[in-house]
């Protein structure tokens, strides 16, 4: 993160980084902090990676959602870095991120998706991916048909 900002520093065309404000630390719910990582994906410059919102741990790093949330959360929350997923649970955003990347090498080597046959949800198929994974997760997921990114919302087939 050091580097990132005396990047900043560096260029003169470079954007300035956050201004220094102390937030206060209030309870924000999952949903506020989705928001507010969407506003920033929508505003952030260019040449600044979404990922710089995620922390070694997938903990998600508050430094550009506060102007946006106007607080610093005091609940901990997560995302995934394959997919920009934002979770409660540390370990299961690190599980999705262990699923797609089994559903990309897969999709790589067999040259279709990992879905069960016939499936008019997209259920990802574990079956299909057991060389690819080390444990069969404990929860389904689905593939969405806009990017190809798995998740564990299922959809609503109209």
Not at 84 to 94: G, S, V
Request: aromatic content about 14%; hydrophobic content about 35%.
């Amino acid at each position: 993160m050091l580097n990132f900002i005396k990047k900043w520093f560096g260029s003169p065309n470079s954007p300035k980084p956050p201004v220094e404000v102390q937030w206060p630390v209030k309870d924000i719910s999952i949903g506020q902090v989705r928001k507010a990582a969407a506003a920033f994906l929508k505003e952030k410059p260019e040449g600044i990676p979404f990922s710089v919102l995620i922390k070694d741990d997938h903990e998600i790093d508050y430094t550009f959602l506060t102007p946006y949330l106007k607080a610093i959360p005091r609940q901990t929350y997560y995302m995934s870095r394959e997919t920009y997923e934002i979770f409660e649970d540390r370990n299961f955003a690190k599980t999705i991120d262990k699923i797609q990347r089994a559903v990309d090498d897969y999709v790589d080597m067999e040259g279709k998706f990992p879905i069960q046959d016939g499936n008019p949800e997209m259920k990802i198929c574990y079956m299909k991916l057991r060389s690819y994974l080390n444990d069969t997760p404990s929860f389904e997921t689905y593939l969405t048909a806009d990017e190809n990114l798995i998740t564990w919302r299922k959809p609503i087939l109209q």
